[in-house]
């Protein structure tokens, strides 16, 4: 499955409409204009005025009553012609549709999508020429056999007959829809075997739609760098992209407004990876899959700081930034402020920028994001202008730089402790799984608020610091100047395992016996003033804390406080755990899964996308009747359609340019000379700027033509979804049908009334 | 307008239909054989009828007829040729898309528009076991895949009864791809007891491809001489005649040879080689070829019979043993009948097993010298088998000359060599300077580079 969810800006579309309207109502209105003056000379403006005022009117005197009789009229007159001898194709088709299914694949979970796609296909391809056919000849055959003539001579405006139309008819292909759409459902729950509809014990329903909530997502490279992509493997499909087995590459997802109202008090994960060897492998991973490791991770620093080593010449800082090493950052810093000076070709041009850009865009905001460090952010974005001032062409630049440079590290060597503390770095690995690959649904982990995890030095240190200190302020730490007798018993309570609570105990009874600390007034401090934090740090670096339980330290982190950070974003990284191993994966591959809806959500979606694409086709085609006959409006309406279904995309792409290839003229001409598009056609100059000229024209043509032509595949994405399994989300599919349902209906109603106006009715 | 009424144009009409029924009763009538292939035609229908007998074009001649099929090309009136095409592009999408559902479904549908096209059966059988198989990451799935690609071919043959060489694809993809690919230690388990527990439960194998429950390389030897016997009826088109009519005797060749890298090396396997000398020599070396300039050969043939068919091809008895040997040779007809002779031989198998349990003594790590209760130096486990192997590999080279030069002898005699050499290094004991197989050593020294790969890879993989 390939499908990309991108949310539907309904701003950004209000406003491209309002623009596409407005310049289409001004060249109607001028060919409008025109036309009066060519049919009735001088007066044309006062004919064109007039007409309009009455148009005017017409529209803002419309009465649903009437909308709804003539509406009524058409649905009979539907009936009348038979449209509904389409369900005797249907049935047909159901009856004989298991005999080109069911034994399609052994397996039945692949054959829940094959007859999910089979109904919805059939109830579309069936309605849809219904619906042209239908659309194009009610108002040629009415003014055909004048049956329209007695309609206007009642006090019905042309404008609600144009709407009773397209009324009618929608209601007439919405109501087979809905019947179809009901005998295809049961159809569906018939065909599809037991071990997948969750009627057996123990099988999994994949008739059902879940929820995703999809984030967004990088890749850190090999070396721990970001990067928008991944490795590429050679698949000539470029959505995936891989990350490499055993080593710092990772694939990053950011998910934003995690909380637990709305995720409740488990996080529940899904993703489909796709797995690629370079080697056979062991036979565990032959039979059972590769590994893949999931990290919930909770790093300011890192938000902070991944990309500031983006550059060669500034990575070892950016290494002691990341894993909190501030004082070992502002030495480095210091060192390469002198060098800037002495050897700047060590800082090459192309390094400055980037250190630049990193601090423009994610070290600055970040910190002042933070918000406890002014100081050090105003340093950073010193620095960073700095090096935006380095060129390529000059050295000046380098003594701003060194300058700040080396300002930026006396800023560090102040703040270290305090940046410490504050910039956390929480990393949760969780249990390791092995990658389902291409069964959907397989990998599915539920994993709980509280999350056990066994603790990395700074962790460790992290959580000694919070429950030592916390006993200290309780006065729970020093029973006059020694350490409490209940010390054990309290660390303990805090979760500590009792052989390493005892092992603290003997520690902290070393360190005050080395007077590292002092007890004064019932509470133990740091003897040179420092932090517990910077205090159980090198204790732990040191190896002093090693655990005594094989367990290791058995941290406990919260999946909302600890690792989602204050603005809600929840920051999850995928391993592979395989050497000379990938895995491949895409933005939709993974997902936090909320509760699944029932079949019946997703199935009345798909539904509803149907029948806006059908009403759609009514409108247009209702509105090309109101200009032409019967047979030009069905082969007009049948053009856009299938412009619009299949070709829309790729007039976009020829567009963007996306899509290789020259212009119409210029294809022609090279086809003629035998040359291809990479030489290009043999021609003048001059000719080559005419050629180009009139290509231009044509692609703004084109141009014009991708706006006016409804992307009909928006509509068909709903099947898409509920296909694989997924409940049809509404800002990426429902909502972007309906915007482009009613976009079209507004103009279409505006032009059909119009045209149906001021034509000549016994024209036929 | 004419003058004729309502009634007489309907009664022109009709003289009309009544006319044009006489020529299409006539070219048209079906005939007996369409209903039941193989009968006589009790009714000799129409003339287009009778041709189609003649010519074996009938519909049910071919093979077994898809009523779904029938119904789909009617429905598409004259549109299956298009339709099939733009399947043809989608099952490509859907394959580059890896939407595996839809590809196979895709596939299905053009069969059902192209039933008798057996180029496609051919390609998409081949597709799915081999290309499809191998982008699923788990062994179970590419299993799958492959069996998807192989009942695909299945099928194809019962629409394509004439369709000889998609008979010997089935054979062939049944013994290859199960019995030599990268999985194959997990394929051929899977061959008996297929991995999808819910489908085939108690350990059985999936009865469409393997209704006995049989090894695949017999059940491969079963499709080929299915094949062999299609080909006396419609001649396999594409293949050197005399290599295609291999397939049932190198299937049982391959059978023993799996087997005994199984570790099975009992009367049974002895059993497996002798069927396989029986049927290269005297069912395959008795099959009756035709060579160059369409003289007729056998493979398998004694001085009187040389004779007796250069007569019968009217060449001369120097033309006659030309033909032969240079197809004896092309097929390397002796060397794999020596093979199967020197295999079913107990010394050979006694060479191998003791090789075989060399391995596995050195897998499980029985490499240590021991003192016995007198305080002898006693060699391990691994080195007794190891030595005892390449002594009995080395009779059986003089046993067998013609066969030394055999690669799998080789490399299994210098593996030996090998294994025996790391021994004696891990007890800190020179490698004596003479030992068996030394001349071969010597000579096939440029051989230790792939050897040493060899034992790399069965000591990092595990040897079993």
């Given amino acids: ?764 | 307008m004419n003058d004729l009424t309502s009634r007489q144009r309907k009664l022109v009409y009709a003289g009309g239909i009544l006319m044009l029924l006489i020529p299409i009763v006539y070219l048209g009538a079906p005939t007996s054989e369409d209903v039941v292939p193989g009968v006589q035609a009790d009714v000799p229908g129409g003339k287009l009828a009778q041709m189609r007998v003649k010519y074996d074009l009938g519909e049910s001649k071919l093979g077994e007829i898809d009523p779904s099929s029938a119904a789909m090309s009617l429905v598409l009136l004259g549109l299956r040729g298009p339709a099939a095409s733009v399947l043809h592009l989608k099952a490509l999408d859907f394959q580059e898309k890896k939407n595996w559902a839809k590809l196979k479904t895709t596939v299905d549908s053009i069969i059902k528009l192209q039933p008798h096209y057996v180029e496609i059966w051919k390609f998409q059988g081949w597709n799915l076991a081999f290309n499809v198989s191998r982008e699923w990451d788990r062994g179970a799935d590419r299993f799958y895949w492959v069996k998807e690609g192989i009942k695909f071919l299945q099928l194809g043959t019962t629409r394509n009864q004439t369709a000889t060489n998609l008979f010997h694809n089935v054979g062939d993809f049944m013994g290859r791809k199960f019995g030599n690919s990268d999985e194959k230690k997990f394929f051929r388990q899977w061959f008996l007891d297929d991995p999808d527990d819910e489908r085939f439960p108690n350990g059985t194998a999936d009865p469409e491809i393997n209704p006995d429950g049989i090894d695949n390389y017999l059940v491969a030897y079963d499709w080929f001489t299915k094949t062999n016997a299609k080909d006396l009826l419609y001649r396999i088109k594409k293949m050197t005649h005399v290599i295609a009519r291999q397939g049932p005797a190198r299937a049982l060749y391959d059978y023993a040879t799996a087997r005994q890298n199984e570790g099975f090396f009992g009367e049974e396997n002895r059993a497996a080689w002798s069927n396989a000398y029986d049927e290269w020599t005297d069912k395959y070396g008795n099959d009756i070829f035709l060579g160059l300039n369409d003289v007729k050969y056998k493979l398998n043939c004694s001085q009187e019979e040389l004779v007796a068919l250069a007569e019968e091809n009217g060449v001369t008895l120097e033309q006659q043993a030309k033909v032969w040997e240079q197809n004896v040779k092309m097929v390397n007809y002796r060397f794999w009948q020596n093979l199967a002779d020197c295999e079913r031989d107990e010394e050979t198998v006694a060479a191998h097993k003791a090789i075989y349990d060399g391995k596995v003594a050195y897998s499980l790590a029985e490499t240590s010298d021991s003192q016995d209760a007198e305080g002898n130096l006693q060699p391990s486990k691994a080195e007794q088998l190891f030595t005892k192997g390449i002594e009995l590999m080395e009779q059986l080279m003089e046993k067998y000359p013609q066969l030394a030069d055999h690669d799998a002898y080789i490399e299994e005699a210098l593996l030996a060599v090998y294994y025996l050499q790391k021994i004696h290094q891990y007890n800190g004991r020179e490698f004596p300077s003479e030992f068996p197989l030394k001349s071969l050593a010597t000579r096939e020294a440029g051989r230790m580079f792939e050897v040493e790969r060899q034992f790399l890879i069965e000591n990092r993989r595990g040897f079993k």
């Fill in chain 1, 1 to 764: 499955m390939d499908f990309n969810p991108t949310a539907f800006d309904v701003e950004a579309g209000l406003k491209s409409w309002l623009a596409l309207v407005g310049i289409l109502a001004g060249v109607a209105l001028a060919i409008g204009l025109l036309g009066s003056f060519l049919s009735a000379g001088a007066g044309g403006a006062v004919v064109f005025a007039s007409g309009l005022t009455s148009y005017v009117k017409e529209l803002l005197s419309v009465s649903p009553r009437r909308i709804f009789a003539l509406a009524s009229l058409t649905v009979k007159e539907a009936i009348r012609r038979k449209a509904l001898l389409v369900f005797v194709v249907f049935a047909i088709l159901l009856m004989f549709g298991g005999w080109f299914l069911t034994d399609s694949n052994d397996r039945a979970d692949l054959q829940v999508s094959v007859h999910i796609t089979f109904m919805l296909t059939i109830i579309s391809w069936l309605i849809l020429p219904i619906a042209i056919f239908l659309s194009c000849w009610g108002i040629p055959e009415d003014i055909r056999i004048r049956s329209l003539h007695t309609v206007v001579t009642k006090p019905a405006r042309r404008v609600e007959v144009v709407i009773g139309r397209m009324l009618g008819f929608s209601a007439m292909a919405i109501s087979i829809l809905l019947l179809m759409g009901i005998v295809g459902y049961v159809w569906i729950q018939r065909q599809i075997p037991d071990q997948v509809t969750g009627a057996n014990a123990n099988t999994r329903n994949l008739l059902t739609c879940r929820v995703p909530v999809y984030g967004t997502m990088f890749f850190l490279d090999r070396q721990g760098l970001p990067k928008t992509s991944g490795l590429n493997v050679g698949d000539p499909w470029m959505y995936r992209s891989f990350v490499e087995g055993n080593s710092r590459s990772r694939a990053v997802w950011l998910f934003t407004d995690v909380a637990p109202d709305k995720l409740g008090d488990s996080l529940r994960v899904e993703s489909r990876f796709e797995a690629f060897r370079t080697v056979k492998g062991s036979d565990e991973s032959m039979t059972q899959g590769l590994e893949a490791q999931y990290t919930l991770v909770n790093n300011a620093r890192e938000d902070a700081f991944s990309s500031f080593g983006v550059g060669a010449g500034f990575r070892e800082a950016a290494e002691s930034l990341r894993s909190g090493n501030f004082e070992n950052a502002a030495a480095l810093l210091n060192s390469a402020a002198e060098r800037m000076l002495t050897s700047p070709s060590d800082f090459p041009y192309v390094d400055c920028q980037q250190v630049a850009i990193a601090c423009e865009l994610q070290v600055v905001p970040t910190l002042r994001k933070v918000g406890d460090f002014p100081a050090v952010a105003d340093a950073f974005e010193a620095f960073g202008k700095a090096a935006q001032q380095v060129t390529a062409d000059s050295s000046d630049g380098y003594s701003g730089l060194s300058t700040a440079c080396a300002t930026l590290a006396t800023v560090l060597e102040e703040n270290a402790a305090e940046l410490f503390q504050k910039m956390p770095k929480i990393e949760v690995p969780l249990e390791p799984f092995r990658v389902a690959e291409f069964h959907e649904g397989d990998d599915y982990h539920e994993y709980p608020r509280k999350l056990t995890y066994a603790g990395d030095y700074e962790a460790t240190a992290r959580f000694l610091a919070k429950v030592v200190s916390g006993l200290n302020d309780q006065g729970k730490l020093l029973d006059g100047s020694d350490l409490a007798a209940t010390l054990v018993d309290d660390l303990a309570a805090a979760g500590i395992a009792e052989v390493n609570a005892e092992l603290v105990e003997q520690v902290l009874q070393e360190e005050i016996k080395a007077e590292h600390l002092t007890a004064e007034d019932g509470r133990l401090t740091v003897a040179d003033g420092g932090r517990w934090l910077t205090f159980f740090n090198n204790l732990v670096r040191e190896e002093r804390l090693i655990s005594q339980d094989p367990a290791g330290w058995m941290l406990e982190a919260d999946l909302f406080d600890d690792l989602v950070t204050s603005d809600g974003v929840l920051r999850l990284e995928v391993a592979c755990l395989d050497d000379q191993m990938y895995l491949g994966m895409a933005r939709p591959d993974l997902f936090i899964r909320l509760k699944d809806n029932m079949f019946l959500t997703g199935y009345s979606k798909a539904l509803l996308n149907i029948g806006l694409m059908l009403s759609l086709v009514i409108v247009l085609g209702v509105t090309a009747s109101c200009v032409v006959k019967g047979p030009v409006s069905f082969f007009f309406t049948l053009t856009i359609f299938v412009i619009g279904q299949f070709f829309h995309e790729f007039m976009l792409k020829l567009l963007s340019g996306e899509e290789e290839g020259a212009g119409m003229v210029e294809s022609a001409m090279m086809m003629f000379q035998h040359r291809n598009p990479s030489v290009g056609a043999d021609i003048s100059e001059g000719k080559r700027q005419v050629m180009e000229a009139v290509d231009n024209s044509f692609l703004g043509m084109l141009n014009a033509a991708s706006n006016i032509i409804p992307d009909f595949s928006t509509f068909s994405s709903a099947a898409a979804y509920i296909e694989n399994g997924f409940d049809v989300p509404w800002s990426s599919s429902v909502l972007p049908a309906i915007a482009t349902y009613v976009g079209f209906l507004v103009p279409c109603v505006l032009i059909g009334a119009a045209c149906l106006k001021f034509r000549e009715l016994e024209a036929k």
